[in-house]
């Protein structure tokens, strides 16, 4: 399968993220210069895909007892994680929560826990893409001083 598709794959699903599709990228190749801008702007897009996923189809799903068990759980842990920060900080919790690159704290969730919370759409969307755009910066990082690591040591070896 081509790199980008899988990029894009990564970079869309729930536990993978952007932490999962840039470093792939980049691992496989990718200039930083296209893999960067593509990863966050593919990420971004979970906000309002969420909101569509969230206003529509969920309404539909819940009525289904197996969707709305998984959902409720879904919903308790994101309200749990995201609670204090939203409620103490709004569109700036989110953004941070969003931006720390760790499992489970990507688009997705955070997308959800606003919508859970009652952050209004605009400031979600707005809220996610500075937080991608901010994982995005720390995960390039991360990875990119990996490779030149790498890269320093098996040339001393």
């Excluded at 990228?25 to 296209?34: E, T």
């Excluded at 720390?100 to 955070?110: E, M, R």
């Excluded at 707005?126 to 490779?147: E, K, M, Y």
Aim: hydrophobic letters at 55%; proline letters at 5%; charged letters at 15%.
């Amino acid at each position: 399968m081509n790199d980008w598709l899988w990029t894009s794959i990564l970079t869309l699903l729930p536990i993978a993220e952007l932490r999962g599709g840039l470093p792939y990228a980049l691992v496989r190749g990718i200039p930083w210069i296209q893999a960067f801008p593509f990863c966050v702007i593919l990420n971004a897009m979970v906000a309002p895909l969420g909101y569509v996923l969230l206003d529509s189809i969920h309404k539909l799903l819940y009525r289904w007892r197996f969707y709305s068990n998984i959902f409720d759980r879904l919903v308790e842990r994101a309200r749990k994680k995201l609670a204090g920060p939203v409620e103490r900080y709004g569109f700036w919790g989110v953004m941070i929560f969003v931006g720390i690159p760790l499992p489970f704290t990507g688009a997705w969730t955070g997308t959800l826990g606003a919508w859970v919370l009652g952050l209004g759409r605009r400031k979600t969307m707005l809220a996610v893409f500075g937080g991608v755009l901010i994982a995005g910066l720390i995960v390039s990082a991360v990875v990119l001083l990996g490779i030149e690591a790498l890269d320093l040591f098996i040339k001393h070896v």
